[in-house]
Nanobody, 123 residues
Framework: QVQLVESGGGLVQAGGSLRLSCAAS????????MAWFRQAPGKEREFVAA????????YYARSVKGRFTISRDNAKNTIYLQMNSLKPEDTAEYYC????????????????WGQGTQVSVSS
């Protein structure tokens, strides 16, 4: 059974940093893209960042580019999201997604999802 488990969320002041992790089990995803999405209360789930299977290619939402960095360690079957210079508008539930053939910003392109980790940024 495939599982994606996110961790690292929490409460931080504006300008602070957090590092999210997403550990996959049940199969490896080293040949497929993985991504982070987020969903704030009352809003649709939105794309944050994606990374290719070998980690050579990344893509970011305009709202986080320059502040967030996505990375992966295929030996650990884990991806990360380093979030710096956090803003109150970054407050959301953050979800890990896996198994897209290509880098994609579209939720339906990913076959597996984690349960989410909450990130709250206070002003």
């Amino acid at each position: 059974q495939v599982q994606l488990v996110e961790s690292g969320g929490g409460l931080v002041q504006a300008g602070g940093s957090l590092r999210l992790s997403c550990a996959a089990s049940g199969r490896t995803f080293s040949s497929s893209a993985m991504a982070w999405f987020r969903q704030a209360p009352g809003k649709e789930r939105e794309f944050v960042a994606a990374i290719s299977g070998n980690g050579d290619s990344t893509y970011y939402a305009r709202s986080v580019k320059g502040r967030f960095t996505i990375s992966r360690d295929n030996a650990k079957n884990t991806i990360y999201l380093q979030m710096n210079s956090l803003k109150p508008e970054d407050t959301a539930e953050y979800y890990c997604a896996a198994d897209s053939r290509l880098l994609s910003t579209i939720t339906s392109r990913y076959n597996y999802w984690g349960q989410g980790t909450q990130v709250s940024v206070s002003s």
